[in-house]
């Protein structure tokens, strides 16, 4: 009789196991389906032409045939490739503009935040009543500042420097927009590191700035580019400012997004494609470097 | 951080610092401070009418400034030798964050008391406190500030949401790199681009395909940005969507840095799935879940580019937040003095409700952790 109610028991357990199966991967398709639907409709629409998106078609080669309009309105299909594009041109402009600046602010943060946050990490400071942990504390502290706060200073201000509408202006931003999260990042790197290393290294002969520069350096690379792509993510996305600071020069893609929404009768396949060209090299540095993404967010969060 | 009495890494002064060495560099420093002070007050003179004399703009005061600051870091090796050599790890990023930061926001404390309209040629007209007393009398501002309370509220579902996310990503999976991968991707998108992607083409009203799948649903006319209460959800649920994976990946990390002997150790002591997450992963979640949403709150606070992008405010405000608010306030109006006014108001409040929460959630953390 016991024999049989054991069957019985993993049998119930056996159902159990599979339920919960069924349940997770339920919800995992759940919610990647609510992840890259918009996704997919995006770029599924950039291949629309008027007919498919009035009558909500939504599965290529299926509801619809896909067509190089949108693309070609951007100059950006095999056909129109060959030809010049005036769109095309403005589109090639704001993407270098987005390159350019975020990735100089996030070179110009990871360096100016990695010497910080080593610095903080191995010497005792003394600035007036401000010791180490104030100092930490004040650069920490500029996360919850709100953009909002500075940006009418900054306007008024850059006007005066004629720093409107200029790659420095921008680039100086976006620097201190992210100079906190880098130094959060890579103060958690260097805490990992033994000071016995440099140690050792003075002991060799080199000065502090050897030892940090050929020990400390190499080993926090990782960290490092975590810090690095986390800020090109949000400068790259970052649109109050470039919105508020720059005009025709150094417009950034978000801004080139935005003034194309904001037009009445808009095409939706152009738009689809824009915005298509201006997510993709995101969505592609997401799925590359993955690991680093993640391991930069969650630097100095779990102890 | 804890305070540090003295230095981690010690280092040896080598060898001593000439007295003209010192001499040198003193009057390096002198002299740099010197000309930069020289053509700030000349510019001032210049724009002020006291003179003829001056630049086109400040840009030369700043090159000056720059110069004084490089030769200001230069300096602190020449004078102080190995001593200035820490103190170059700190100084370039403090000197950075200071103009950049505390000087702007001592100008904007002097703009804010002002009636500045950038277009106008009257220029800045210092007002006392007349922008006080409209801000008070500013029923949209208040509107603003209120959406705000309602945009930080719904941090709790998207907390919820991403704590589901996180333990459905740490089971047994198969391809869990690949789920990954897909839950994380909404972060990596401009909010300029959801805003186009959903926000106008998915729900928009005739051709997007989550009116049709309202209207399927049986929702008559599905307008999502008609009605204030809607607009505000779909706001609300756009950002949640960019944001929830950054509260996902955090929270993820923690469940995976969660002992194994205190989770086997509770099943064997026969804990159900619920009283085990409930009393045993919840509370160990906890310092990791206020970090989580604190960062999320601090980023909430600065949402604005949906907002300008999608509904610019509407309708009638319901939408606004206060950086949607002072964005338009300068667009429309180009009064930089009002619009400086509420964001200094704004971060006065926000300082202290950070600061009150940070200690309310440290003595819940401890109190919840201590039990344990």
Sequence with gaps: MAAIDFDKFARRQRARWWAMRFVVYGLLVTWAIVSLFPLFWTISTSFKTAPDVMKGNIVPWYDFTPSWLGWRSLGLSPDALSQTSTVRDEFMHRLWNSALISGAASALAVFLGSLAAYGLGRFSYKFGHMRNSDISFFFLSQLIMPPVVLALPFLVLYKQLALLDTFGGLIAVYTLMVLPIVIWIMRDQFATIPVELEEAALVDGLSIWGAFSRIIVPLVAPGMVAAFILALILCWNEYFFAALLTSTNTNTLPVMIASQTGSQGINWWSMAALSTAGILPLVFVGILLEKHIIAGMTAGAVK | ?372
């Design chain 2, 1 to 372: 951080m804890s305070t540090m009495e003295g230095d981690l890494l010690h280092t040896v002064e080598t060898g001593s610092i000439s007295a003209s060495r010192r001499f040198w560099g003193y009057a390096a420093l002198w002299v740099s401070a010197a000309w930069f002070a020289a053509s700030f007050m000349l510019q001032s003179s210049h724009d002020l009418g006291w003179t003829q004399l001056g630049f086109e703009n400040w840009r030369p005061v700043l090159y000056a400034y720059f110069i004084w600051a490089a030769v200001l870091c230069a300096t602190r090796v020449v004078i102080h030798g190995e001593a200035g050599k820490k103190a170059l790890f700190v100084l370039p990023a403090a000197l950075f964050v200071v103009s950049m930061v505390v000087f702007p926001l001592l100008f904007a404390l002097w703009v804010g008391f002002s009636d500045w309209n950038l277009a106008s040629p009257t220029g800045r007209q210092f007002n006392g406190l007349d922008n006080l007393r409209q801000m008070l009398g500013d029923a949209f501002y208040l509107n603003a500030l209120i959406n705000m309370v309602y945009y930080a509220l719904a941090i709790v579902v998207e907390y919820a949401i991403a704590f589901g996310l996180a333990l459905l990503l740490s089971q047994e999976i198969v391809a869990r790199k690949f789920w990954r991968v897909t839950f994380l991707l909404p972060l990596m998108l401009s909010p300029v681009a959801v805003g186009w992607m959903v926000g106008k083409s998915m729900l928009e009203t005739r051709f997007g395909p989550i009116a049709r799948l309202a209207r399927w649903l049986g929702w008559e006319n599905p307008s999502f940005f008609g009605d204030p209460l809607t607009a505000k959800l779909s706001i609300m649920v756009m950002d949640a969507w960019t944001f929830i994976p950054f509260m996902m990946i955090m929270l993820l990390a923690g469940l995976q840095s969660l002992s194994r002997e205190v989770l086997e150790a509770a099943e064997v002591d026969g804990a159900t799935k619920w009283q085990r997450f409930w009393q045993v992963i919840f509370p160990l979640m906890l310092p990791v879940s206020v970090t989580a949403v604190m960062i999320r709150i601090i980023f909430k606070l600065k949402l604005a580019d949906i907002i300008i992008t999608v509904t610019a405010g509407g309708p009638g405000g319901a939408t606004d937040s206060v950086t949607s608010f002072i964005y338009r306030e300068y667009r429309d109006r180009s009064n930089v003095g009002y619009g400086t006014l509420l964001a200094l108001v704004y971060l006065v409040i926000i300082v202290i409700g950070m600061t009150t929460m940070i200690n309310i959630s440290d003595r819940i953390v401890k109190r919840m952790t201590g039990r344990i």
